[in-house]
């Protein structure tokens, strides 16, 4: 299996919802990724989890709250989240070390009312 | 500190013509290099990456790119390019910094356009 996947596709939510992106991969990567992608920019790296870990957290707002449950899953929960939040949020999975080349998902395109 | 700079934002080329795309890059230690593929509405593809291995590297769906240390470059290219090859193609480098131990930084992207 050589794929991340990601739930759900799409995700339209109220600034005063609370909801959760979810990822999952088979590949046996021990190093996990969320990237948030605005319109034709490239992606921006949020956090990275190596060994269910959190390793590293690009200064994101709390309103984001990464959660790795086991080393296949990588879950996003959203909270209080202001329209400027809405992109394409994607997911990554790859070999340690860190930072060695990713494999992603399709994405989540959330959308923030 | 370490970046890349795609230098064409868009390029086009014909069906059957050879595709190049530019990357240079600087990187104060020894970089890892990758270059992304992304279609319209998808997540993003690893086509190949160089890891201080062979500097020539062969990817996925013929692309291969070379990376020259004296010309801090790493270009993509293809000898032949389908319509299937139109998309966002993005530059990456990443690298240990003694500071902060990790960098990783994508070029602005360069999108490719293959006309019949």
Known sequence: ?113 | AQSVTQLDSHVSVSEGTPVLLRCNYSSSYSPSLFWYVQHPNKGLQLLLKYTSAATLVKGINGFEAEFKKSETSFHLTKPSAHMSDAAEYFCVVSDQDSNSGYALNFGKGTSLLVTP
């Open chain 1, 1 to 113: 299996d050589t794929e991340v996947t990601q739930t759900p596709k799409h995700l339209v939510m109220g600034m005063t919802n609370k909801k959760s992106l979810k990822c999952e991969q088979h590949m046996g990567h021990r190093a996990m990724y969320w990237y948030k992608q605005k319109a034709k920019k490239p992606p921006e790296l949020m956090f990275v989890y190596s060994y269910e870990k959190l390793s590293i957290n690009e200064s994101v707002p709390s309103r984001f709250s990464p959660e790795c449950p086991n080393s296949s899953l990588l879950n996003l929960h959203l909270h209080a989240l202001q329209p400027e939040d809405s992109a394409l949020y994607l997911c990554a999975s790859g070999p340690t070390p860190l930072l060695n080349g990713q494999y992603f998902g399709p994405g989540t395109r959330l959308t923030v009312l």
